[in-house]
Every structure is written in structure tokens, then in C-alpha cells.
């Protein structure tokens, strides 16, 4: 931008070392260039869907080598690593933990190179993979053994060969641990108000919090700056919508709605919590982690949250924390709740498929159980979970009596479409905000969701 | 192109025209390791970017090319209308206000020179060097339920103000724009400071000889000679603004509802969450267009007069 005082480079002749640098920097450029395969590294082998080779579930007896790629930041991973490895010594693992923000961003590119890692952990947005062949389909290997018994929650990694519908087509991984959303309680201030808990119905739950509320106390803890809300209305999603429209919404069926009464009663009762004062006014400026926080701290007398939050919660009320399922529409309702799970995949260009799918199975197993529960999840085979006092043991019945009543239902907002996550902080931030209606707020998730599964 | 530059007329002796040469393309050798890195760090890059925002690219299978259509929906993108209104909002707090505070203490100080202005430079200074993801967590807790500014507000008798500032959709951007004058403004006055340094005392006794006021002295002495650093804190600080991300992403995500969404926050959204990286990528290139053309027009209008 400033101009430079103008120089002539060679006045006299052609200078030799003149064409030296360049021709250097030239061939440095096309090193840099040659370097990335392509200027738009992508996969061809669009739409194949071939499972690799022979399908066994005997595990290979020689030396084999597999890189497991993660996220996951508890002690599960390497827990269920070293106990397969003390099961089956000939399999060496090479782990590669990434954190969860970057392994978000890199994981696809990660898996889209020529020698990917052979397990990784599933995120959202893997489904991209899929429509490229990259994702080794597990059909084969489910069937051979018998996974679907085995594993809970197994349509939210089911993908249409294109990627874009979850819950059709074929299965491409399995869940380690996972994780399911309820209602923590201060013990302490349910009984000083007189509240009998558990609440048996959605109803009963909001006669406590009008109850709370009248004793000056802040009903449910929410933070919404990142988007917090979303659990209450997951939850009551869960409980107003019928599973079929709540997962072809969540899975991206196509034609698939929000716009019904049940997810209509959901809206309107997070609005009309808010209205009342159940919910803090300044529920948009405080984020998710500094409610849990702050419940742990002694604040509010209820909050919606998932397992994950059970540490800080025990840590922070001690006896006083306490926990029961979601409560339904009517009090004999079974239960369904919203949840999900560290998932594992398998790359279709590992030379191990069968180490792999051992290594999935294994997941499932009533030895894997207890190294599941220790990290803080809820292990596919609850039976299996060791038994526990208070707060986790509260945690582990609901867990039981979910799997068994099969009601663990996706977030709408990690399976639906790859923008749907910030949508539903916006639109929830109106609904809160009064700046959005419920049919506003409904129009805005759906018109996300559109414009995603029209392409 | 370089060979037709005109012979000299008179030749010189033959060792010092090898001499002359071999210094003249020293000087490049030395350049190169910094160009090297630029080139492939910074203009490569960009070029790719141009390159990627002409295709429709999920980042993992394999691109179509789009031609134009990928800026044709950046243009007719109603988002983008409300992201770039912001973005303009921000402004008025990383450029105008900054500049303006810089200017007034610039002036104070320089009226008369005290002692321990080092101190005072290292302080104001401090906010430009502390990253500004820790700028944005600091300026959450001040902004929380609980935080400083209402605790502020509360203690003076203010209580029916206090709320959740960052929640809110009436302030957030206004909050997030007060964390940005408070990063900036440090910049702005230790580039006017240093500025006044270079203006000669005797000019402001002069002044005062003729009568002249404080207020006269800063409108009519320090602002006009103070012009080159203005037009350098105008440029810096409407890049920071147009091109802001950290700091947004931090302390509230584009959030609540869409109030506080800058271009920054579509094109990481986009690229990495949507799954759209060749309509970031058109997006990236009209933003750096933009930014082009303000500073362009910046550095124009401070130009001096001959």
C-alpha cells in the first residue's frame, strides 16, 4: 500500500542468480503444490456400499496393529482398549485422541486420507462419509453377531447410502457409552417445600415448580447463551411427540415435520415456563456449564440435564442431589427420554475389519460394562453396570428401566441436518426471548430443515 | 520487462557494476525466507480459497463446479444483509470510539509532559496483548447475572437494570462492541501518543502565545498533525471490526436469536458446521473484497494533500 521508492532490479543484462531464486522459488511452489494430491481432495468411490471382504466373528490370532482415532476425553476409550488387549494380545492399538472442538473439524478429513485410522469415534457430520464409501457398512458383521439385541440406540448410526437419512438403510458402527437426559433435584429444598418427588407426570412436575416459585425459589435451572435450553425441549419432545414424527424429523426422512401438536405442546410449555418465571429471565446470558454450576451450587430447586452433569451435580449438593426419569404425559406412559452415545465406526479402507468388529462387539460385552460405568456413561448391557448408592444409583435404575422400556430418542438437533444445532439455539433463544411465537419458532426448524433435504 | 530499463548513460568500471549487481540481488536472497512463508502461508491459501469458492464442496466428496452461483447466494443471502449491518455496528466501537478516546488522552498528555507516562502506556496497552479468547471469557463473567456490571449497578441503586447482558436482545451487541473499544482503544492511544512525541513543543507555545485554548490547540495542532496515525489506527481498527470472529464467537456465538452474527461467524459456520465450503470460501473473498476496499478508501482520504 505505501509506495515503495522504485528500484530498477537489473538494469544491465539478465542476472544469473536472478534466474536462480526464481527458478527456486519456483520448483518450492511446486512442491507445495504437488503436495496436496488435489486442490479439492475428495472421495470418488461415491455410493459403494459393499462391505469389506468375508464377514467373521472369529478374531484374526496373528500380530495386528489398529489406530483408534477419538475424542473421548473419560477413561472409557482406553479402558475398553487395554481390556480387549488383555483379552486378545496379538491386537496392539494405536490411539490417536484428539479434543472434541478439533477432532470435530478434522475427523472428516482424517478419515477421507489414504491411510485413515481403522476405528474412530462418530460424530455428527460422519454421515458425510458415507455417500463417499469411506465408513465400513457393519451390516454383515451385525448380523453375524447379533448386535441389534445387543446394542441400544443403534438407528441414530444408520444411514441411507446417500448419508443424508439416519435411521434407514445400513448400520455403520456401534454405541460404547451413552448417555440419556432426566431430572436432578435438590433434595434439600424439595422437602422443605413439600414436594413429593418423583414427579409421576409432566404436569405434577409443573404444580412443584408453581410451588417453588411461590416460595421465592428459582424452579428450573436453565442456561441458554449456548443453547442449553434445548434439553427441557428435547425432553419434551420426548415426552408429547410420537416416537415415529420425532425420529423421522430427527433422522431426516424425507417430508418429515415439526410443525404437529405434539411438538406445538412441547414449544408452548417451554414458553409458558418462561412466562411464568419458572425459567430466569436472563436464561439467554447464562451458558449451559455455568447452570449446571450453579444448580450444584445450591441454586434453583430442578434442572433438566443429562448423566454427563451427575459429577458436578453429586459434587456440589453431596445428599442432597437427586434424581428421577423424565416424567411423561400420563402416569402409566412408559418412558421416553432423549439420549445419546460415544458411537465407534469401523473405516472401509482398514485392512482388519474383523479386529475391528471384534473390538465393536466387545463393546456391547457384560465385561465391557463395568470400565463403561466407571467413565460416567451408561453401558449398552445395563444389567451389567455395577451397582451403586445414591445419586449414580438413581441414575443406573432410570438408565435400566429406559433400555428396557427402549425409549432413548435422538436430539433433534444432531442428527437432522449439519446447521440444525445453531438453528435451534436461535430459535430457542427467540422463543425465550418472546421474540419468536411458537409457530415462528417451529417455521424457523423447519425451514432448516427444508432447505437441507430439498437438495 | 526489467531488461528494457534504460542502459546508464556513462558505463561504470566493470568491478563496481559486478559489485552494484551482486548487491542488488543479495538484497532479494535476503527477502526470500520472509517471502517464502508469506507466499505459501498467506497468498497460496488465498488463492485456494478463490479457487474453492467457484466449486460446491462439502469438504469430503468429491466438488461440482458452481461458477458464479455460489456469489449469487451470498448476495441474495438475507443473513448475510443483517451480518454485515452488525458488522458496520461494530465499527462505531472498534474504530470511532477507540479513536476518538485515543485522540482526547493523546492530548492531555501531550499538553504537558508528565512523569511515569511508560507505565501509563504499558497499562492502556495491556488488552492488545492478551488473547482474545481470555479477553472474551473475562467479559462474560463481567457481563453475567451475577458479574461486575451489575454488582456495579446494584451497589449505585441501579438494580432494576441489572440483567444478563450477553442474553439479552436489545444489548448484546452493544456489549460485545464495548469489549471490542476496550481491546482497541489501547492501540489507539500508544499510536497517538508516540505521535505526539514527533510534534514540536515550540508549535503549542507558539499557540498559547496567540491565545489559543486547549480545545483550540487539539482541533486546530494535535488532529491534523496527528493525520498518518489516525489513517494507520482507522485502517487497523476497520479491519479488526469488518473482520471480527474471536471475540463473537466467544462471548456469545452469533447469539441471542441472530443480534450479534458477523460475516466471521457465517463463514465458520458455514465451512465447518454446515458443510458448505465452497459458499464460505465465496463468502471469505467478498468479505477480503470489502475489507480492501474501505482501507483502500481510508488511505486515500488520509492522503496529505500536496
Redesign the interface.
Known amino acids: 500500500?505505501s509506495p515503495l521508492p522504485r528500484?530498477?532490479?537489473?538494469?544491465?543484462g539478465?542476472?544469473f542468480?536472478?534466474r536462480a531464486?526464481l527458478s527456486?522459488?519456483a520448483a518450492?511452489?511446486a512442491v507445495?503444490v504437488a503436495g496436496c494430491s488435489s486442490?479439492?481432495p475428495?472421495?470418488?468411490a461415491?455410493g459403494s456400499t459393499a462391505s469389506a471382504g468375508p464377514v467373521s466373528t472369529a478374531v484374526p490370532s496373528d500380530p495386528v496393529t489398529l489406530t483408534v482415532a477419538d475424542a473421548d476425553d473419560t477413561t472409557m476409550t482406553q479402558g475398553l482398549l487395554d481390556a480387549f488387549r488383555a483379552k486378545y494380545p496379538n491386537v496392539t492399538f494405536k490411539r490417536q485422541y484428539t479434543g472434541w472442538d478439533d477432532y470435530?473439524?478434522s475427523i472428516?478429513?482424517t478419515m477421507?486420507a489414504a491411510t485413515p485410522p481403522d476405528i474412530a469415534q462418530f460424530t455428527p457430520?460422519m454421515q458425510?462419509?458415507v455417500?463417499?464409501g469411506?465408513l465400513l457398512n457393519a451390516d454383515g458383521y451385525a448380523t453375524a453377531y447379533g448386535w441389534s439385541s445387543k446394542f441400544p440406540g443403534l438407528d441414530q448410526i444408520t444411514f441411507s447410502p446417500d448419508g443424508k437419512t439416519v435411521g434407514t438403510g445400513s448400520l455403520y458402527g456401534v454405541p460404547g457409552g451413552l448417555s440419556f437426559e432426566g431430572v436432578y433435584y435438590n433434595k434439600q429444598k424439595a422437602a422443605r417445600l413439600g414436594l413429593t418427588t418423583p414427579a409421576k407426570t409432566v404436569d405434577e412436575l409443573e404444580a412443584m415448580f408453581a410451588k417453588a416459585k411461590a416460595a421465592g425459589e428459582l424452579p428450573l435451572v436453565v442456561g441458554?447463551?449456548?443453547g442449553g435450553l434445548n434439553h427441557p425441549f428435547n425432553e419434551l419432545l420426548s415426552v408429547f411427540l410420537a416416537p415415529a414424527d420425532r425420529e423421522a424429523w430427527a433422522f431426516g426422512h424425507s417430508g418429515a415435520s415439526i410443525v404437529l401438536p405434539g411438538a406445538r405442546t412441547a414449544a408452548e410449555t417451554i414458553q409458558r415456563w418462561v412466562t411464568k418465571g419458572y425459567i430466569?429471565?436472563?436464561?439467554?446470558?447464562?451458558?449451559d456449564n455455568?447452570a449446571t454450576a450453579a444448580f450444584a451450587k445450591g441454586q434453583g430447586v430442578f434442572r433438566i440435564s443429562g448423566n454427563w452433569a451427575a459429577a458436578a451435580v453429586g459434587k456440589g449438593l453431596g445428599d442432597n442431589a437427586g434424581y428421577f426419569t423424565m416424567p411423561q404425559a400420563t402416569a402409566d406412559a412408559k418412558i421416553h427420554t432423549t439420549g445419546a452415545g460415544v458411537y465407534y465406526c469401523v473405516s472401509a479402507k482398514t485392512k482388519s475389519a474383523a479386529a475391528a468388529a471384534a473390538f465393536l462387539d466387545f463393546v456391547g460385552s457384560a465385561d465391557a460394562a463395568p470400565l463403561t460405568a466407571k467413565a460416567g456413561f451408561m453401558a449398552p448391557k445395563a444389567d451389567a453396570m455395577p451397582s451403586q448408592a445414591g445419586l449414580f444409583g438413581s441414575l443406573l435404575t432410570g438408565w435400566q428401566a429406559t433400555v428396557r422400556d427402549q425409549g432413548l430418542e435422538p436430539f433433534i438437533q444432531n442428527a437432522s441436518t449439519?446447521?440444525m444445532?445453531?438453528t435451534l439455539?436461535?430459535a430457542l433463544?427467540?422463543l425465550a426471548?418472546g421474540?419468536?411465537t411458537v409457530d415462528q419458532f417451529l417455521a424457523l426448524l423447519q425451514a432448516d430443515f427444508d432447505k437441507y433435504h430439498q437438495q | 520487462m526489467?531488461?528494457i530499463?534504460?542502459?546508464?548513460v556513462t558505463a561504470p568500471p566493470r568491478a563496481r557494476?559486478r559489485r552494484r549487481?551482486?548487491r542488488?540481488?543479495s538484497g532479494?536472497?535476503y527477502l526470500?525466507p520472509a517471502?517464502?512463508l508469506y507466499?505459501?502461508f498467506t497468498v497460496?491459501p488465498a488463492l485456494?480459497t478463490a479457487?474453492?469458492s467457484f466449486?460446491n464442496?462439502?469438504?469430503?466428496?468429491?466438488?461440482s463446479f458452481a461458477g458464479l452461483g455460489n456469489y449469487r447466494s451470498v448476495v441474495a443471502d438475507p443473513e448475510l444483509r443483517a451480518a454485515a449491518e452488525h458488522a458496520g455496528t461494530l465499527i462505531l466501537f472498534f474504530s470511532v470510539l477507540p479513536i476518538a478516546l485515543g485522540l482526547v488522552c493523546a492530548a492531555i498528555v501531550a499538553r504537558r509532559r508528565r512523569r511515569g507516562l511508560a507505565v501509563i502506556r504499558a497499562v492502556v496497552f495491556l488488552p492488545q496483548v492478551l488473547p482474545l479468547v481470555a479477553v472474551g471469557i473475562i467479559w462474560?463473567w463481567v457481563?453475567?447475572?451475577q458479574g461486575t456490571v451489575n454488582q456495579v449497578l446494584q451497589a449505585v441503586g441501579l438494580g432494576r437494570w441489572a440483567?444478563?447482558?450477553?442474553?439479552?436482545?436489545d444489548w448484546a451487541l452493544v456489549a460485545v462492541g464495548v469489549v471490542g473499544t476496550w481491546v482497541v482503544s489501547g492501540l489507539c492511544m500508544v499510536l497517538f501518543l508516540s505521535g505526539t512525541q514527533r510534534i514540536d513543543g515550540e508549535i503549542y507555545e507558539a499557540s498559547r502565545v496567540d491565545g489559543a485554548g486547549p480545545v483550540r490547540e487539539f482541533l486546530s495542532i494535535t488532529v491534523p498533525l496527528l493525520r498518518p496515525e489516525i489513517a494507520v489506527a482507522l485502517s487497523i481498527t476497520v479491519i479488526a471490526a469488518l473482520s471480527s470472529f474471536d471475540l463473537v464467537y466467544i462471548t456469545?456465538?452469533?447469539?441471542?436469536?441472530?443480534t450479534t452474527v458477523v460475516p466471521g461467524i457465517l463463514i465458520y459456520?458455514l465451512a465447518?458446521?454446515?458443510?458448505a465450503v465452497g459458499l464460505a470460501s465465496a463468502l471469505a473473498v467478498v468479505l477480503t473484497l470489502v475489507i480492501f476496499a474501505v482501507?483502500l478508501v481510508i488511505?486515500r482520504l488520509s492522503r496529505e494533500r500536496p
Open positions: 500500500m528500484t530498477p532490479l537489473s538494469p544491465i539478465r542476472g542468480s536472478r531464486l527456486g522459488l518450492a511452489g507445495t486442490l479439492t475428495g472421495s470418488s461415491a470435530l473439524k472428516n478429513l477421507s457430520g458425510n462419509l455417500p463417499g469411506l441458554n447463551l449456548d430466569s429471565s436472563n436464561v439467554n446470558g447464562i451458558s455455568d449439519p446447521t444445532s445453531d439455539t436461535n433463544q427467540q426471548g421474540k419468536a | 526489467l531488461d530499463a534504460p542502459a546508464p557494476q549487481r551482486r542488488r540481488w532479494l536472497l526470500a517471502l517464502l507466499t505459501l497460496l485456494h479457487y474453492l466449486f464442496w462439502d469438504g469430503v466428496t468429491l466438488p462474560r457481563y453475567a447475572e440483567q444478563a447482558w450477553l442474553g439479552s436482545f456469545t456465538g452469533g447469539g441471542p436469536g441472530t459456520r465447518f458446521g454446515g458443510g482501507v488511505t
